[in-house]
């Protein structure tokens, strides 16, 4: 990977994925940044030089290797599919995700479907991508019937002006006062909260990040009948989302084979009950950590604590894994 | 109710029952007042009067028409039972909630459970008792088969100092820095965070409020055989408990169903999911909250969110709707 284009550069996600690269091995040697127009202008150091982050155009990619698009969806509909006539993009959107013949990856979970993309690859909802690597192993040793999902997610999901906002508000919660949310991106206050929707919830009252886990589960393990009951819940956590889970599977659990399972998986840290796993656990860490093994009320029951950092492997790492991917297979050729 | 004691005055349970007596009708002509060695000769002031918290003792009981315990299961063990042969003791801990010849009543759920009660009469746990109050009526009209819940559990929960630490570690939070925990009653940080594990977590992997928010529920609800999936969360918010439940039925679900049941439940709110429902929203309200009412992954499930306050109707209100029954059942007689 020596010839990289990165849009959306100076968000959280663009921004951990150039810290990624920077300590990486690539040996970059054409790196071009973009924002949208607010963001053009801005100075970005990596590996001792300094870049200009330029407006988004198409023609700024012509001749890269790769291009990481880490937008949100009306500027990944816009630019991605001429940005793909130029060069493979690997898209943090989910304006792409569900199509058919988008390739909708985790590395350590469905390598395979790369095989055949048509130029755009997306990477999967931050909840979903740990979901599905602490799943898939456990599914191909007992066979995943149905998920119950809950989740715990940071606020540094919304963006950089989240997480501004909790910080802001945080600072009328030390002193007992009522926090300011006139500029918040949230519909209600975040600090001393936890908001029960993230995105808009539709007519059946599901919330548009539930449809993410729920569909993108499906499609990434190929399971189209898989049964996912899922609610998703922002937390006053700067980084880090958390699961808690129940599978049910067509085959009696054993919690050792559990373990064991988990313990051989890759990209999967099983931590121990006596070391509380919490989002402080997680961050600026590549890995997908699983906790609190345990029985369900059935013999085919499990339950899970799962835990990642959101702008790592829920985004920017996976991003990463898929470009390793994409040079490997092409070196195959 | 003219004469009664609280044990554990000045805890947040405690205070909130005061409070809560305070603007209720009863016309209190003895209230006294207790607390651990450490808390006595404390001034509390109820109705203009000023009261001395009295260290607990069995004999300070006598002559009272009832009696609310809110004190840690230490005390209760060692306190309940002699104060319960000179009144009934409505008690918070969760010491005899699980034993047969004690009530645990939820007042809008089982009050016929007060029947031949031998004056101890469990309070249930402050998560349980919302799960329960919205799922009763459910229960009723769908039958209750099986269900998952994840909660999102507020540190008041945990008790004063954790409140305390709270506010204390959100200091350094807003100042970027690593938050002090030396005295915390936590086992990491809380700001910033969400804690897997409340209570201790035993051999199998459960922690202590999960077994009691499967044993309560099933006990409460008069179901042995229902089959519950529990994961307890610590949450970084000040007061109120919020659950994300999926309930799967012996019958198919339908939503317009489930709303006109839920409208018409004892001590339920269901509210739009227009309006976020958040902790905030629950605090000093004497209810259970509903909302995010939708259809689950089959055709008998249903997605819920519960929230109420722990205070209030996870603590204190309940205490007081017990102790009204007790009252009107007295007069019955």
Not at 28 to 46: C, H, P, T, Y
Not at 133 to 139: C, R
Not at 161 to 171: T, W
Request: with cysteine.
């Amino acid at each position: 990977m020596k010839r990289v284009g990165i849009a959306g550069a100076t968000g959280l996600v663009g921004e951990t994925l150039l810290r990624l690269l920077e300590s990486s091995e690539y040996e970059i040697e054409d790196l071009r940044l973009f924002a949208s127009q607010k963001s053009a202008g801005i100075m970005v150091s990596f590996r001792d030089q300094e870049y200009e982050v330029k407006e988004l155009a198409v023609d700024g990619f012509q001749g890269l290797e790769i291009a990481f698009f880490c937008l949100e969806n009306e500027l990944a509909q816009k630019f991605v599919p001429a940005v793909a006539k130029l060069c493979p993009v690997i898209d943090k959107s989910s304006q792409f995700r569900l199509k058919d013949d988008v390739p909708l990856v985790v590395p350590e979970v469905n390598p395979g479907a790369l095989s055949g993309h048509k130029n755009i690859i997306a990477n999967p909802n931050c909840t979903t991508i740990p979901l599905v690597v602490a799943l898939n192993p456990l599914h191909q040793e007992f066979g995943l019937k149905e998920v119950f999902l809950a989740s715990y997610q940071s606020v540094s999901g919304a963006g950089r002006a989240a997480l501004e906002q909790l910080y802001y508000e945080s600072e009328f919660f030390v002193l007992h006062r009522q926090p300011d949310t006139g500029e918040s991106p949230f519909p209600v206050q975040i600090v001393d909260n936890v908001i029960p929707q993230i995105g808009a919830v539709d007519e059946s009252g599901f919330s548009a990040e539930e449809k993410k886990t729920i569909l993108e589960t499906k499609k990434i393990l190929g399971l189209a009948e898989l049964a996912v009951n899922s609610t998703c819940v922002r937390v006053p956590v700067t980084v880090g989302h958390c699961l808690a889970v129940t599978c049910r599977f067509e085959k009696a659990v054993d919690l050792a084979g559990v373990r064991r399972v988990l313990q051989k998986a890759p990209g999967v840290v099983l931590k121990p009950d006596r070391e509380p796993l919490t989002p402080v656990v997680c961050r600026q860490r590549n890995e997908v950590f699983v906790s609190r093994v345990r029985a369900g009320a059935t013999a085919n029951d499990l339950n899970l604590w799962i835990v990642a950092d959101n702008l790592y492997k829920g985004a920017a790492t996976n991003a990463l894994q898929i470009a390793g991917l994409l040079l490997k297979n092409s070196e195959g050729l």
